[in-house]
């Protein structure tokens, strides 16, 4: 959001952070779960009205679209997460994302900047992680085999992976993430690059 976090107040969502996420969605066919604080400080209603009134359409919301409160006392969105997950029997790792600007599931949060919220390399890296592609994003498929040496080189670590391969923390231009040079048969740059990004 840009101004308050919080939907009583006049903020407002940042234009192309709901465009991204709407995009995630449409090309992976993620659907999205809110698991906002804002369910415990204004509740459900007034949560989902904000959402859909900045442009994140209906059709984009999974139809158990928010996550439970688990514990008034102490919110805690993992918990929340966890039940949500539990309640729907969703069991696979790998299947489902957060973003979020702090890492509330370790393993399963795309991280976004805390001041700028979700830019495209984020976008990029979750709809990698997702299984997905999109030209627009820059996003095309990679072998199975590419995938995990790079997975691997993390340590299993899907998340880092991809944040890897799109440059995320790296902020490389798009025509040189590790992404586009493997897409480009500049695998032994990749390679170099892997090795100094994992200290092997």
Same mark, same amino acid.
């Given at each position: $959001?840009?101004?308050?976090?919080? &939907?009583?107040?006049? !903020? ?20 999205? @779960?809110?698991?906002? =604080? *804002? ?9 989902? $009205?904000?959402?859909?009134?900045? !442009? ?6 999974? +139809?158990?679209w928010a996550c439970p409160m688990a514990r008034f006392s102490t919110p805690e969105k993992c918990d929340d997460i966890t039940l949500w997950l539990e309640e ?6 790998? =299947? *489902? ?8 599931? &370790? ?6 900047? %805390? ?10 890296? %979750? ?11 820059? @996003? ?6 590419? $995938? ?14 991809? /944040? *890897? ?5 790296? /902020? %490389? &231009?798009?025509?040189?993430? &590790? ?6 048969? /500049?695998?032994? +740059? ?11």
């Amino acid at each position: $959001m840009v101004g308050a976090a919080d &939907p009583r107040r006049e !903020g407002q969502f940042d234009a192309c952070a709901v465009a991204l996420v709407s995009r995630i969605c449409e090309v992976t066919g993620a659907r999205i @779960v809110v698991a906002s =604080s *804002w369910r415990y400080t204004v509740g459900y209603k007034q949560t989902q $009205m904000k959402l859909l009134e900045q !442009g994140l359409p209906r059709t984009l919301f999974h +139809e158990g679209w928010a996550c439970p409160m688990a514990r008034f006392s102490t919110p805690e969105k993992c918990d929340d997460i966890t039940l949500w997950l539990e309640e729907h029997g969703i069991t696979q790792t790998g =299947s *489902w994302l957060a973003l979020d600007d702090e890492d509330i599931v &370790p393993g399963a949060t795309m991280t976004t900047d %805390a001041l700028d919220g979700l830019g495209a390399r984020e976008a990029a890296a %979750a709809v990698r992680y997702l299984g997905g592609a999109d030209a627009g994003l820059g @996003v095309r498929a990679l072998s199975d085999s590419d $995938m995990d040496l790079v997975r691997e080189s993390f340590s299993g670590n899907r998340i880092a992976a991809c /944040r *890897w391969l799109e440059g995320v923390d790296a /902020r %490389a &231009p798009r025509s040189q993430r &590790p992404a586009a040079l493997l897409t480009r048969d /500049r695998r032994e +740059e990749v390679l170099r690059q892997l090795a100094v990004a994992t200290g092997e």
